[in-house]
């Protein structure tokens, strides 16, 4: 009678978008060396499956995926097993901390700003007045204020390297540009 091949596990844990993955399959029931393939459905974005049944690499993709995996023995009996798991979504993060930046007033100022979370790349973008003097690049804040005040502002940042449900991902934090009015002093004390 023909063997009875079986996949193993019975399971695959779910990837998260943008974080290394790694799950060896096997097989029992038929005569060894097994090889794997995929022979249903499809793999996110970023995964592959190896003919040793490695299934390895890094999720680029986001949702719900449905695939069939089928182990071959070496006299070519094959056996196979459907597996899902949804690939989530990455817990994106931005520093520094939302809160007050504080620049002196008429000194060079200059402040990056970094997403971390998932890969990227990442795109950064600035909403909000900035105080006379400075201006937003790449991700950097930078320049000489010269007009004292508080300046609310929001930089958001966009991981460009995901696709899939719910893509882009952005993480969007406020910010409060404080420019302290200088101390204007007068000498001497006296005349």
Do not use: H
Request: charged residues 5%; negative net charge.
């Amino acid at each position: 009678s023909a063997p009875v091949i079986v996949v193993n596990p019975a399971t695959l844990p779910a990837p998260t978008a943008g974080a290394a993955y790694s799950e060896t399959l096997t097989a029992t029931g038929g005569v060894s060396p097994y090889g794997f393939a995929i022979t249903a459905g499809s793999l996110p974005n970023g995964l592959v499956l190896s003919a040793g049944g490695v299934l390895s690499g890094t999720a680029t993709e986001v949702g719900s995926f449905n695939f069939t995996v089928t182990a071959t023995d070496a006299n070519g009996q094959a056996g196979s097993r459907a597996y899902s798991f949804t690939v989530a979504a990455p817990v994106l993060t931005l520093s520094p901390a939302a809160g007050t930046l504080t620049a002196a007033y008429g000194a060079a100022y200059s402040q990056a700003f970094t997403a971390g979370g998932s890969p990227g790349p990442y795109s950064y973008a600035l909403t909000g007045a900035l105080p006379a003097g400075m201006g937003f690049s790449g991700n950097t804040l930078s320049g000489t204020p010269t007009v004292p005040g508080s300046y609310p502002v929001t930089v958001t940042a966009t991981d460009t390297g995901l696709t899939g449900a719910g893509a882009p991902f952005s993480i969007a934090q406020n910010y409060t540009i404080n420019v302290p009015a200088p101390v204007i002093v007068v000498d001497p004390a006296t005349l």
